[in-house]
Structures are given as structure tokens and as C-alpha cells.
């Protein structure tokens, strides 16, 4: 996919280490900006802040889009392109300008976590390959330099047509020639420096091309009769799953069975052309739908059970101005006017209310699995937000000791964040129960845990 991309995620909590998740698994929507139409950052950023996407990643540093990010309580992730990769592997002075110049200028207002060094390396036709485990370690060692490396890790995401072999998944290996002079050092710095191995894997393209051979169901999530692997026998249920124990099952044929991947692309088309079998909104819908769904449970792969799923969409926006077939440009979860093109729930729903007055909730058992927090909309009224939070904190019964004046959750000090530690306390207080996060359409659902500065929000009372 095209290297000048945004990617915007919903994730779990991560760690004192960026990357490594919890509980549950992360969801993410890669932000494109190949267009002539698209909104504006700053509303980007508020139509991200709407949806309770919470982690946003860069394929370049633009200016506008890091300072629209700053003090919003998104997480980014920023890439070095390809075309540079040349020279920051072989001038360490070129990596510590860029770093300072692209990384540190910019935090912490904007809360940058990682840095993606290229993107999908082995098929850039300028074959810059050689060049990119060199490039990512003089970056690490800028990080080191300006004291940024535990807070900023690296990584390089890489294409499937990496692997020589992909099915079945347990028999999955590198092609031959990457191995030694590309692979393994790159693995080995991912280790060395706690980053994680990036991939970018889509269903549909292996669909696509194999329609006679692929149930459709089988690529969308849907019950299916599922894929037992020879090799060891673990059944497999979707092709995605497959997919991506391929790429464990390479990188432990080559000794490195302990690394965390993160799929850092994936999606399907909502338009083809008409050889593109299996695009359309309808299998659009259930692809992402499915995925979202399967990420939020927790569990990982038949290969790594344990270790959940941790996933970056493709895409926030259909994009006009890109090349290739039609599907290229119809990858988008959102029209330019930011109206769904179909609808995926990144979080759990609420039952709205009729006006703008805050109602007192019936209290009705969740139906959504795992923890979910309650925040503040962004877009509503200073007035109305202040409303809500007035009622919670008075009538409602919820705890706001943590946000007076003194106390560990007062700062930031902003109606926003307060508000959304209020709504929060009340949601866990009466069971995270249907409609008791609304606040007359001043607070939603989300299902990772929300950050305003230090202040940790809790997940039952």
C-alpha cells in the first residue's frame, strides 16, 4: 500500500514499552492523505477523538498533522520513508538531525511512541533493502542520543511477499535471500531494542487471486468450515489467522520465536474493478467488522493463543488521488465529508437518548465482553459537557474527588478530560449497564483505556 499514510489506532494499554499490550488486543485505521479532498487535521483529529480512537500512526512527519495531534491524547507513531533510508544508513549525523528535527521538536505535546524506519522495503522497486537495517539502527542510536529510546522504539513494517512459503501457516519461511543479510539482523535489533516486528497482510489480495480455491467466508470471518494445518494440526478458522502464524512460523524457523508482531496494514476494498473478485461494501463491512470483533476478544492465533491480536485498518479515508485499480481508492471506512462508507462498531454502543437533558439511566447488564470506559464527546457544547458533568458529579453519585484541585487526576486541567473521569466513575459505578454512559449525547463507550496525562481511570467500583 502507498508509503505516505497516517495510521490511527484504537489500542489497548501499552506498557512502559510502546507495543506491548495487555489484555486485550489493539484495533487501528491507517489515515491516507493521498487526496485533494480530505478534512482538514484538526478535524481529522476531532473525528478520530469521536470514534475513541486513541493511537494514530505516521508514514511521514508532516508538520500540520503532529501539531493538530499535540495535547489531544492520541499516540503516534511517525515513519522515515523510504527515500531517505539511504542516507540515514550511512550518516548517523543525518539521523540525529531528523530525530531532532521530526521527533523531538514535536514532544511532548505530541505524544510520539515509535518511529516505522521505511515501509515495505523489500519491494520498493529503488531497492533500498540494503540499506535498511543500517538506517533503523543509526535511528535507535539518535533515540539513545537524545535520551528518547525507552519512550521511542523502532520498527520497519514489511509485505507478506517477504515470506517464500505462507501455506500451510506452520511451514511458513523467509525467502531465502532476505534471511541473512536483512532478516535476522533486523530481527535482532527488534529484540535487542523491545520493538516489535511489523507486517502488513491482506486476506483479500490471496482471495482475489485464489477465488476457486478460498471460501469467501473463510476470508470474511464468517462460520466456516475452517482449514486444518498438515503440519501441526491446528484449525484455522480465517485466512487472516493463517496468515499471520505464517509469519511467526518464519521468523521462528530463523530463531526468533519470542517477538510480538504487529499488523500494521490490513483491510479490504469496498469497490473493485471487475476483476477484482470479492470487493464491495457488503464484504467490506463483514472483513473489517469481523476483524474488530475478533481483536477485541483477547485471544491471539491457533499458534500464539495467548498473545492477543494487535491490528492497524486500512484505511480512515477513500483516497482519490491513488494510482492502480479502483480498489486503491475505495479502501476507506469514511467519505472525505467524514459520512461512514459502511458502518464498523470500534466500541461498545449506547443507547441514545431523545433530547439534549441528562436522563437517569435504566441499569441493564452490558452485553459486550472484556472492560470498556466511558469518555467525554468532544464535540459537545462546553455547555452541555458542563452540564453532564455537574449532574454526575452531583445527583449522579459519581467519585470526582480525583479531579479537584490538588488531586492525582486535576491535571490536565481541562473540561474534557475532567468530565471524562466523571462520566467514567458513574458508567463502572452503575455496572457499565446500557445508557449509563450518554450524558445526553455528551460522553460514548470506548474499549481502551482512555489517557489524560498521568491520571489511570478506573474499571469497576
Known sequence: MAVLVL???????FSAIPFTHADSGMIGVNYGRIADNLPAPEKVVELLKSQGINRVKLFDTDKTVLIALANSGIKVVVSLPNE????????QSYTDKWVQENVKKYTPATDIEAIAVGNEV????????KYLVAAMTNVHSSLVKFNLDESVKISSPIALSALANSYPPSAGSFKPDLIEPVIKPMLDLLRKTSSHPMVNAYPFFAYAANADKIPLDYALFKENAGNVDSGNGLKYNSLFDAQIDAVYAAMAAVGFNDLKLVVTETGWPSAGDENEIGAGSANAAAYNGGLVKRVLTGNGTPLKPNEPLNVYLFALFNENQKTGPTSERNYGLFYPNENKVYDVPFSATVTPVSDSKVKVPVNTPSPHVGQTWCVANGKTTKEKLQEALDYACGEGGADCRPIQKGATCYDPESLEAHASYAFNSYYQKNSRGI???????????????PKYGKCEFPTGQ
Open 7 to 13: 495510521s490511527v489506532l484504537i489500542l489497548s494499554c
Open 84 to 91: 531517505n533510508l539511504t542516507a540515514a544508513a550511512v550518516d
Open 122 to 129: 523489500f519491494v520498493d522497486p529503488k531497492n533500498t533493502t
Open 435 to 449: 445508557g449509563t454512559c450518554d450524558f445526553g449525547g455528551a460522553a460514548y463507550v470506548v474499549s481502551q483505556p
